[in-house]
């Protein structure tokens, strides 16, 4: 009898895990089927080959076209100042005064001296002019005439010495007047009215920067430059430069310019070559010292497919993007990149065709043969369409002022 209850015992637990065996290897194949008959949702852009703008970005520092420093060129208590802290000035624009009564009263003192050393000289030619008709007649000495010539000369010397000492009190006396010697917005005052400047130094009132043009620095590669150099289309670089802001209303805020400079020695630390490009920047809105993306636009004469750099992945085998075959289904695709940027990688016209359609989201559930229903985004997240916003399209580049 026990026998049979274990023997019955045994048989039902046999039959129960038989059953959920069952059960779950039904559920993994109605799980399978249901994932291969599962239709991704995504969107493509449409591949065309196109001459494609190529612009190579750097990192770069703005700095004024011109820094020049407001210095006291003479002692004295600063009197007046005549702008505000910041304001932008115009050259020859009064910013400062320096007490003028000292050299007011130099310049007075070696114009009266001038005065008198020419009321003595009146007296000593007329010596000589009534001495030399009486040595000519014999009837004075021609040693006395010659006293008198000598005088002249001499008193005409001391003249001469004043006009000088005049012109110099002149000049000391305009120092005390300090202007702009540039356009550009001024600093901060760095002396306040009734400090003493210009003692034994040539004080720094204030600084004024020139931003208009504003300079740009910035090191490509000596790789780089010489792909510059070899394929650009013109001998005007046009550039322009754009800023890492948080803000997205500031983000895509750019100024145009030129590349006007290039360094004619390769920096043995870095193996970088120093190049300088001009931005107008006739609003001041950006200032020196500014960090900078700055883009050199080298060619567009080549035709290039563009897919955007987010969605390049990379296996064993190499660099591929998801494209949509004619069933409907994801396939990777392997690519070699000719050129990158942070707006799009380009690709050799072997590598995508014309019509091919590139996924561009939902990127992380994507896999080979995976069917999808795709939404053509071309319109909007395509190579034209983000060459239009981020305003890649070159212009015919202009000498700057």
């Known amino acids: 009898m026990k026998n049979s209850i274990k023997v019955l015992s045994i048989v039902t637990l046999s039959t129960i895990f038989l059953f959920s065996a069952c059960s779950e290897e039904k559920d ?3 799980a399978q089927k249901k994932q291969n008959t599962q239709v991704l949702p995504v969107n493509t852009v449409t591949i065309k080959n196109t001459n494609i703008p190529i612009w190579m970005e750097y990192t770069g520092k703005t700095k004024a076209s011109s820094t020049q420093e407001v210095r006291a060129r ?10 505000k802290d910041g304001e932008n000035v115009k050259k020859g624009q009064k910013l400062f005064k320096i007490e003028q009564t000292d050299y007011i009263a130099t310049l007075n ?23 030399k008709p009486l040595v000519e007649e014999g009837l004075a000495p021609r040693v006395t005439l010659e006293q008198y010539e000598a005088q002249v000369q001499t008193i005409q010397a001391d003249i001469d010495r004043d006009n000088t000492e005049i012109k110099q009190a002149e000049l000391e006396l305009s120092y005390t007047i300090i202007k702009a010697p540039i356009d550009g917005q ?11 400047v210009g003692k034994g130094e040539s004080t720094v009132l204030t600084t004024i920067n020139k931003n208009n043009p504003l300079y740009v620095y910035f090191s490509p590669s000596e790789e780089d430059f ?13 550039a322009y430069i754009t800023f890492n802001y948080q803000s997205k209303m500031l983000k895509k805020y750019s100024k145009f310019g030129i590349v006007d400079f290039s360094d004619n020695t390769v920096d ?18 950006v200032f020196s010292g500014t960090f900078v993306y700055i883009n050199i636009f080298v060619t567009n004469r ?3 497919a563009g897919v955007p750099p987010e969605v390049i992945f990379e296996d064993q085998r190499g660099k591929f993007v998801y494209i949509v075959d004619k069933n409907a289904k994801a396939q990777k695709k392997y690519i070699h990149p000719v050129f990158e940027s942070r707006f799009f990688t380009l690709v050799d016209k072997d590598n995508l065709k014309d ?47």
């Open 28 to 30: 993994q194949v109605v």
């Open 74 to 83: 003479v002692a004295g208590i600063l009197e007046e100042i005549y702008y």
């Open 109 to 131: 003192r070696t114009k009266a001296q001038k005065k008198r050393n020419q009321a003595t000289l009146k007296l000593a030619q007329a010596d000589v002019n009534r001495y």
């Open 186 to 196: 001024a600093s901060r005052r760095l002396v306040d009215i009734g400090n003493l």
């Open 226 to 238: 010489q792909k510059i150099r070899q394929y650009r289309d013109n001998d005007i670089l046009q």
């Open 268 to 285: 043995p630390n870095t193996s970088t070559i120093s190049m300088r490009a001009k931005i107008p920047n006739a609003d001041n809105s």
């Open 302 to 304: 080549f035709k290039l």
């Open 355 to 401: 019509g091919d359609r590139v996924i561009v989201n939902a990127l992380l559930r994507l896999k080979p043969n995976l069917k999808v229903n795709a939404t053509d985004m071309t319109d909007k997240l395509g190579i034209d369409a983000v060459i239009k916003e981020n305003k890649l399209i070159p212009k015919l580049p202009k000498k700057i002022k």
